[in-house]
């Protein structure tokens, strides 16, 4: 722990500058921000002549009809003039608010709110709690016209809505709801952590964002999400029979299998597993059991096993707290600047002992053009956990098979004849996904950069390129013989 807080106290060093040079940080902030916007607006224009193409890549022909193609190519341009116009449009709202200093503005009326029952500026934990609620609605609203536009008239033009417009106002309470009951008690805690640890609060911090991040893993789908979706027992049947068969096979700790009406909102599919190690969840949207036969299903979900199997939660959740661990790292700099509040039209007396939520919001919108770049870097990294997934998916029968012929894997006849059924995996696998891409209108023609960019999957073009190869190279196994063919 000392040698910790030795090498926090160099990093603190090296910037103390920071808390002494009267930088124009909302230059700083307005510029880069506006950088970032500009660049992801340059990406959609690289991008958008793609979807005047009139048709698909030469690998994906048999698997388009030409209307379906022509459907998607007009979702993708939809989507990505609403994209470039949201973007900008955001942007302007959060230029104007930097520029007329609405956070500044936001502490101020949280603390005349408390004024008036009574409470002074001793009281910071509630003074922040309020003027994150403030700053929240007041950038919340702007972009409101945003999502009403996007939900009934973007996605209703090409079928996807299924969202009324009493169903939309509710989930909005709902979602503003549960971000109090939880936003408001985790602020507090956050806080309270500065203040008892001082500057020697980033071990601790990182402990309870960790304690935050593995709560809500069981939070979200037992309380939050149930407010939102039913979660039923997916019923008995084929597709049930085949994934607990396939678990059961992998030691992949199955608990609960879900049906969710992801119908209710949106005719898009998915399907995914979350848990603790010991206590794993798979949730399938009722639209992708409608649209999809049990076997192409029971491929999906293969990949999805082969997250857990590779260890890809833990190894993302290990390269957050990397990522987290660096920014708190960085921010006692920052904690203690008052240049840095007064350059955001806060008042000398509020600059010169600066609030913690307002010294880390600002301390984030510095970051910002840093985070665009690890943004990249997090996309790169996903992309080889699903290159690993689809391999392993592929692969899974002969794995199956080689461990029985092992003695790892214990096989009854049934067993046997299951694992020879599943020989087909990989081109289920590639039925499956052109399936979610053909229903989704996702787009098949993607520019590289902005897939880079934006995309934390490969695109259905290298994912199929790569099963394929896979499938040319797999060995072909049986149950009852080592290696055949």
């Known amino acids: 722990m000392d040698f910790l807080h030795t090498l926090l106290g160099s990093i603190q060093n090296k910037l103390s500058w920071v808390q002494v040079q009267p930088i124009n940080w909302k230059l700083y902030v307005q510029s880069f921000s506006w950088g970032v916007t500009l660049f992801e607006s340059y990406l959609l224009l690289r991008q958008y002549p793609l979807y005047s193409k009139t048709a698909p890549p030469p690998i994906l022909e048999k698997y388009f009809e030409k209307d379906t193609f022509e459907k998607s190519q007009k979702y993708g341009k939809d989507k990505a003039k609403f994209s470039l116009f949201a973007g900008l449009y955001k942007q302007v709202v959060d230029s104007a608010m930097i520029q007329y200093g609405a956070y500044a503005w936001s502490w101020e009326i949280a603390g005349r709110i408390l004024s008036r029952f009574g409470y002074g500026a001793g009281y910071e934990i509630s003074q922040s709690i309020l003027f994150s609620a403030v700053l929240f609605f007041i950038s919340s609203i702007p972009s409101l016209p945003l999502s009403v536009y996007q939900t009934f008239v973007l996605e209703e033009k090409h079928g996807f809505n299924k969202t009324t417009p009493g169903l939309f106002v509710a989930d909005m309470v709902k979602g503003w709801a549960v971000g109090f009951a939880i936003g408001a008690p985790f602020l507090a805690v956050f806080l309270k952590i500065f203040k008892w640890a001082g500057d020697r609060f980033v071990p601790w911090l990182m402990g309870f964002l960790l304690a935050f991040q593995m709560s809500m893993v069981v939070l979200y789908p037992t309380v939050i999400q149930p407010l939102f979706n039913k979660l039923s027992p997916l019923s008995e049947g084929a597709l049930r029979g085949r994934i607990e068969s396939m678990a059961s096979k992998l030691k992949f700790p199955l608990k609960h299998l879900y049906e969710i009406d992801g119908s209710k909102r949106s005719s898009h599919s998915n399907a995914y597993f979350f848990g603790l190690p010991w206590s794993k969840h798979i949730v399938i949207f009722d639209t992708l059991i409608k649209e999809s036969p049990p076997e192409d299903i029971e491929a999906v979900l293969a990949h999805e096993l082969g997250h857990w199997y590779y260890i890809h939660p833990t190894k993302l959740l290990l390269i957050s707290q990397a990522h987290i661990f660096t920014i708190l790292s960085l921010f006692p700099a920052f904690l203690h600047a008052p240049p840095l509040l007064a350059s955001f039209d806060f008042p000398s007396q509020v600059a010169k002992n600066p609030p913690t939520v307002v010294a880390f919001l600002l301390f984030q919108m510095i970051l910002t053009p840093l985070e665009a770049v690890v943004g990249i870097g997090l996309n790169f990294i996903s992309r080889q956990f699903e290159w690993q997934a689809d391999r392993f998916a592929t692969e899974l029968p002969a794995k199956l098979s080689a461990d029985s012929a092992s003695g790892k894997l214990q ?60 499938q040319k190279n797999v060995p072909v196994f049986t149950v009852d013989a080592k290696k055949e063919l």
């Open 411 to 470: 096989l009854d006849e049934v067993g046997k004849k299951e694992v020879d059924e599943m020989a087909d995996m990989g081109e289920r696998l590639k039925r499956a996904l052109i399936q979610l891409h053909v229903k989704n209108l996702s787009t098949v023609w993607v520019d590289w950069l902005y897939s880079a960019y934006h995309h934390s999957h490969p695109t259905l073009m290298e994912r199929l390129k790569a099963i394929e190869v896979l």
